[in-house]
């Protein structure tokens, strides 16, 4: 009867349940040691100046190279990284990594641009950050001008007395400070002020609301831009797919690029060939 039925559906879920923590569990003890046994690596997605489409920076993106499942999107592991606290370790890795990208890149007698580092909240909130950056770029001698870290609204409003000096240490530093998925998190525009980053960056999900189908498009995307020049930031638009975002948004007066229409992310090798090509048209 209903009851019986009752009883097997609610089975059949809570068994569902436990094969997907299994598998949760099993990436989360694959990725302790994933580390070590050398399966992560950084792609590299440009950012291109709105005015004329030259690269200027790119955003380092992790990835986890499975000896099974093959090539992992952050989506499939940084959640179980954050839970586990793996993130710290990882993290710390993705900037020393940068950073000697960076450095073989300089000795190799290319003119680098900034590379974009992604900063979890647990990085932010527990490690002594401005000390961690000043000593791998001293390490790899790095300028810090080269370095550009990207953090959430999410993680500045969570102790803002601590992030106001937090981000004034790392200024001091040299390093480039963006606010990445802007307008998705929680901000205050009284605290927003008190931040000094360089530039916002407009989250996908606003660039993808301009589409030339509705009277309403690209409202937010506008006023973030505004908004951003305000404060005297720049804005980087994430997620430009079609050339009817780029016009629109060039109209907009926003400053930068990053996405599909100017390139997918990919490797250290590519990127930099990509970037001397660039430079020489
Ligand atoms: P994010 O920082 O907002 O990075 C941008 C994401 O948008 C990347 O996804 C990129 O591949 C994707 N993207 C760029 N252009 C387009 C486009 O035109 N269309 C679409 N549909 N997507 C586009 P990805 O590489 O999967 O990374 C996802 C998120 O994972 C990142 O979002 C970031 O929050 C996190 N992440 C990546 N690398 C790291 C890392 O080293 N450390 C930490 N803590 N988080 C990372
Ligand atoms: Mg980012
Ligand atoms: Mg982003
Ligand atoms: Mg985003």
Partial sequence: ??????????????????????????LENQLRGALDRDELLLYYQPKVQASDGRITGAEALLRWSHPELGVLLPGRFIPAAEESGLIVPIGEWV??????????????????VPIAVNLSAQQFAHQDIALLVRGILTEHRVPAELLELELTETMLMRDVERT??????????????????FGTGYSSLAYLKLFEVDVLKIDRSFVNDIRGDDGEEGKIATAVIALAHSLGHKVV??????KYQRDFLTRQ???????????????????IARLHTDTQT
């Fill in 1 to 26: 009867g209903a009851k019986a039925e009752g009883r097997n559906a609610f089975q059949y879920y809570s068994s569902d349940l436990n094969k997907a923590s299994l598998g949760e569990l099993l």
């Fill in 95 to 112: 900037l020393r990594h940068v950073c000697a990208q960076l450095r073989a890149w300089l000795d190799a007698g290319h003119r680098p």
């Fill in 164 to 181: 106001v000096g937090l981000l004034a240490r790392l200024r001091g530093l040299g390093v480039r400070l963006s606010i990445d998925d």
């Fill in 237 to 242: 638009a994430e997620g430009v797919e079609t």
């Fill in 253 to 271: 007066q926003c400053d930068q690029f990053q996405g599909y229409l100017f390139g997918h992310p990919i490797p250290a090798d590519e990127f």
